[in-house]
């Protein structure tokens, strides 16, 4: 029923759950499920979403699967239209694909209700989005934007007012908490929709492209402010970015490509947990459950790879040959 984030709603919402009868409905949602996609904390198996607008469909995801570790830092990269903001909005329960499964703490979020879901994006997500005006409301300080949501939470005020504060000085703003939006920098503002995110303490803190709006300077304090925080507060985080800088400050990225992980990049030596990264990362391809892999586009180019191949067992590998290389390698000289 509620699919997007908006705070007028998030009221709404409070109210909907304040009915016993309701309240028990959610347990049972939320308690009731198995606990499928253990092992990883969050899931996705064979995502597909399809949207269709008009007579148009669009396959978003075509088969998508990832496993996240939690108090995992992991990057979501990938070209404009290839997917990221559809895996984000399924992750965090804004959105639900057209088939595949996918499970969040053990959590299969496909089989909660309505209301469960709604409980899920208020209790276990944070969202932190590209623009700021959809993360702050502007006529509220950074100190009141960061309580709004632990107020509809029904925190009391002293609590709030101390976890407000504490997370303002986890992203180093605690001498910016009396500014409204208007009187913060692009960087500034997106460090207290971090605050903000963080707010109802989520398990898992979701950000599509939160530095693509700042320059890079503001982008490293944003990402260091990521890190800071997962490490602090053991929050799996997933970034979503154009920007491919982002593998020197996460534990590992993940290429989309076609509505599907096509790469995974892993940092060779890890790193320690109170500093950011800076070993190298190995890029590897992504099989997937039902053994398909992308060729980078740049060996299919260089190799000239094009409709069949003919795949080859060799010695300790696959060799993947253009047919006509293979046929020539069967002719007599
Ligand atoms: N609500 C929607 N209705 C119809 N088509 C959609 C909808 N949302 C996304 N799409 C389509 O699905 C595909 C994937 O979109 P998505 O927003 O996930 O891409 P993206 O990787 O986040 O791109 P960008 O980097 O530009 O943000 C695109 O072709 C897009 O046009
Ligand atoms: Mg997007």
Redesign the pocket.
């Given at each position: 029923m509620f699919r997007r984030w908006k705070w007028p709603l998030a009221i709404q919402r409070v109210k909907s759950i304040s009915g016993r009868a309701d309240r028990q409905q959610v347990r049972d949602d939320w308690e009731g499920t198995d606990q499928t996609g253990a092992g990883a904390f969050a899931v996705c198996q064979g995502l597909v979403?399809i949207?269709?607008?008009a007579d148009l469909e669009?396959v978003?995801l075509q088969g998508l699967d990832l496993e996240v570790r939690r108090g995992e830092i992991l990057g979501v990269i990938?070209?404009?239209?290839?997917?990221?903001?559809?895996?984000l909005n399924i992750l965090g329960g804004l959105d639900l694909p057209s088939a595949g499964r996918v499970f969040v703490g053990g959590q299969d979020l496909l089989e909660l209700s309505d209301a469960g879901l709604s409980r899920y994006r208020r209790e276990k997500v944070g969202f932190v989005w590209q623009q700021s005006s959809r993360n702050l409301i502007p006529y509220l300080t950074a100190l009141e934007n960061v309580q709004l949501p632990m107020m509809l939470m029904g925190k009391p005020l002293g609590s709030r007012t101390a976890r407000a504060r504490e997370l303002l000085a986890s992203v180093g703003l605690e001498w910016r908490m009396s500014h409204r939006q208007s009187q913060l920098s692009g960087g500034e503002q997106q460090r207290v929709a971090i605050a903000v995110a963080m707010a109802n303490a989520p398990e898992i803190l979701l950000a599509?492209?939160p530095t693509g709006e700042v320059d890079t300077d503001a982008a490293i304090a944003i990402y260091g402010v990521f890190h800071k925080i997962s490490r602090a507060y053991g929050t799996t985080v997933i970034i979503?970015s154009?920007d491919r800088t982002i593998g020197s400050f996460v534990d590992r990225v993940v290429a989309?490509r076609d509505?599907k992980v096509s790469t995974e990049a892993t940092r060779r030596e890890r790193e320690s947990d109170d500093e950011l990264a800076t070993g190298e990362m190995e890029e590897l391809v992504v099989l997937d459950s039902a053994g398909r892999l992308q060729i980078p586009r740049e060996l299919i180019e260089r190799f000239g790879l094009k409709g069949r191949v003919r795949v080859e067992a060799g010695d300790g590998h696959i060799a993947i040959v253009p047919v006509e290389a293979a046929d020539r390698k069967g002719q007599p000289k």
């Open positions: 979403k949207y269709k607008v669009t978003a990938g070209n404009s239209g290839s997917g990221k903001s559809t895996l599509d492209e979503v154009h989309v509505g």
